[in-house]
């Protein structure tokens, strides 16, 4: 579909020209952007194949036309020093990972995540008394594979609204997040494998289009994020412990190695008995070290230290009538920034393991992340609480904790210890960035503008490589991306 799009928009005058010219001094061309290429392979693992080849000269064309960068030598110097979410790396990216996919794609996928899968992991769940299910699709393109997944989750689990539902959608393609995002999707995002009661059930139609339900666009949040960096698992991204996570058509893009390595990460990221659902061109079933693999519904499977499964009767109950929720937040101005004796003396009365109990060789900060790692919520809140003791102006304790509210969705805790974080530290990005998310979710769209444009005045002098504080590789130019990503998708 871009592809298409790419040319009609360079089709007329003089461009049209340039074009039939690239294509026929190609062969010329290669050895000269061959630094480009292997670049773009060794950043994204993505090859610049014959079939984008064109297309990828075509940006370098563009790029040194238009004067963003000088010389070859130039752009392959600014390529190096950017961050995937940069525009040069996206004007690549565009033409190169180009992801199409529709709605419930590949029925033998759908139906053993609808009738095995799931229902496995939601009655092991409701038998341990631990209402959360953790789903990540990594490669989301557009955003209809996660969608799917909410849907499914709909329709599986009629008291969905006490569980903790963490579903995330990443792509590399900030374009296609923008519209996954935006939640309006053309009649080609529906095939035959889509069921019609489900266009009839979520989509509203819009101009020719369709238009999510609310309902379901909010059970999802969506990131920009690489697979090739060694950016995952990590607490900090919420790409931990997860559950289930669907990765198609992702890995047969890269070569070998790359691909045994993010199946690594992925093996890594999963929980125990975790799932790893992948497409049926993926690469050779060798690379799944530590997987158990499963014939579920003529389609294979992999699980994390896998145990017998069940099979269960699907049933399509009714999805709870439940619009969208609009939470009053008061202003950062005038919120309190320290909670009143008794709520902190009914925090400590709550949290599950005493100070007295705890005990780490390293430092409270470092153990409250460790137990984090381990989704030990109430150990982590016991050692911050241990590290403000020490100094109630720590704005990275305030801000680790607001981590952790927000996991067990405690959103009210979590906004209050953002602002406790931004108290101690005005200049504290990430804080005034995730305090936008908050915001953003919860529909006050200008506060989280607010937010959003403060964090990005913050980090405006700084060097784009500068690693920020209280992440574990997070760049400016990394955040500087994301910001950009966020303010582009909020309405006018």
């Known amino acids: 579909m871009f592809r298409l799009s790419l040319l009609l928009l360079h089709s007329s005058g003089s461009r049209r020209k340039q074009h039939h010219t690239l294509c026929r001094d190609t062969d010329l061309n290669t050895f000269e952007y061959q630094p480009i290429y292997d670049l773009i392979r060794a950043r994204t693992g993505l090859r610049v194949d014959h079939n984008r080849l064109d297309y990828t000269t075509h940006v370098i ?30 004007q690549f990216i565009q033409v190169i990972a180009v992801g199409e996919t529709y709605f419930f794609r590949n029925r033998a996928h759908i139906q053993a995540l609808r009738s095995s899968i799931l229902p496995s992991i939601i009655t092991k769940r409701r038998q341990e008394g631990h209402l959360t299910l953790r789903l990540w699709s990594a490669g989301c393109a557009a955003g209809e594979e996660p969608y799917s997944l909410a849907m499914l989750l709909r329709e599986l689990i009629p008291d969905l609204e006490s569980w903790h539902i963490t579903l995330m959608g990443t792509d590399i393609n900030l374009a296609s997040l923008a519209n996954a995002q935006r939640g309006i ?14 266009q009839q059930r979520w989509f509203t139609p819009v101009s020719g289009s369709f238009e999510l339900h609310p309902m379901i ?3 999802v949040t969506f990131l920009p994020l690489n697979l090739s960096e060694d950016v995952f698992p990590s607490f900090s991204n919420g790409t931990m412990n997860m559950d289930l996570i669907i990765c198609r058509n992702v890995t047969i893009y890269f070569d070998r190695a790359t691909a045994q390595k993010v199946i690594a990460q992925f093996h890594e990221t999963l929980n125990h008995e975790g799932w790893l659902v992948v497409g049926h061109s993926e690469p050779a079933v060798d690379l799944y070290t530590g997987f158990t693999a499963h014939n579920l519904e003529q389609a294979v499977f992999y699980q994390k230290e896998a145990s ?13 009538a439940r619009e969208y929720v609009h939470i009053e937040m008061a202003p950062l101005e005038t919120a309190p920034l320290f909670t009143s004796a008794v709520t902190q003396a009914k925090f400590t009365a709550t949290t599950a393991t005493p100070n007295t109990e705890l005990s780490c060789s390293k430092g409270l900060l470092e153990c409250a992340k460790n137990a984090a790692d381990r989704e030990a919520w109430d150990e982590a809140l016991s050692w911050l609480e241990q590290a403000e003791q020490e100094d109630r102006l720590r704005p990275d304790v305030h801000y680790l904790r607001a981590l952790v509210y927000m996991q067990i969705k405690d959103i009210e805790k979590a906004i209050h210890s953002l602002r406790k974080a931004i108290y101690c530290d005005n200049d504290f990005a990430l804080a005034h960035y995730s305090l936008g998310e908050l915001y953003e979710q919860h529909g006050q769209l200008q506060l989280a503008a607010k937010h959003w444009k403060w964090a990005e005045t913050i980090i405006a002098p700084l060097d784009p490589q500068y690693t920020l504080i209280s992440s574990d590789d997070l760049t400016v130019d990394m955040l500087r991306g994301l910001l950009k990503f966020r303010l582009a998708a909020l309405p006018d």
């Not at 036309?65 to 392959?76: R, V, Y």
């Open 61 to 90: 064309e563009d790029i040194l036309t238009s004067g963003q960068c000088e010389s070859i030598d130039d752009l392959l110097l600014c390529l190096e020093k950017k961050a995937i979410t940069h525009t040069l790396w996206q």
């Open 185 to 198: 999707f053309r009649p080609s995002s529906f095939r035959s494998e889509t069921p019609e009661l489900i």
């Open 217 to 219: 666009r909010n059970m």
């Open 308 to 320: 017998p499964l069940r099979t269960f009767d699907y049933v399509t109950p009714v999805p709870a």
